[in-house]
Nanobody
């Protein structure tokens, strides 16, 4: 089992920045990937960004490319999502996800473990 705990959500005005964190604990794997998804009210959960843990390759949804940055701290087993130039349409619950292979996928079914989510609200 892998446990994921997110933090860092909150209320922010449009144009502001937030940084989300997700700490992974529990069972260890030799190679894995982590990702951030988000789900707005009435919408399906969607891919935001992903990172392959060993190589550090990063992937982004078009909607956040250039504004969000995913990164990792191997020593802390933590993945971050730096969100800049926030827009009201970024408002959602943000979830951290874990997959026990190096390949990053953008679909929810490919991920084995999920965090509880953290709310991000961006006001106009």
């Amino acid at each position: 089992q892998v446990q994921l705990v997110e933090s860092g959500g909150g209320l922010m005005q449009a144009g502001g920045s937030l940084r989300l964190s997700c700490v992974a604990s529990g069972r260890t794997f030799s190679s894995y990937s982590m990702a951030w998804f988000r789900q707005a009210p009435g919408k399906e959960r969607e891919f935001v960004a992903g990172i392959s843990w060993r190589a550090g390759n990063t992937y982004y949804a078009d909607a956040v490319k250039g504004r969000f940055t995913i990164s990792r701290d191997n020593a802390k087993n933590t993945v971050y999502l730096q969100m800049n130039s926030l827009k009201p349409e970024d408002t959602a619950v943000y979830y951290c996800a874990f997959r026990n292979t190096q390949v990053v996928f953008s679909t929810t079914k490919e991920y084995d473990y999920w965090g509880q989510g953290t709310q991000v609200t961006v006001s106009s």
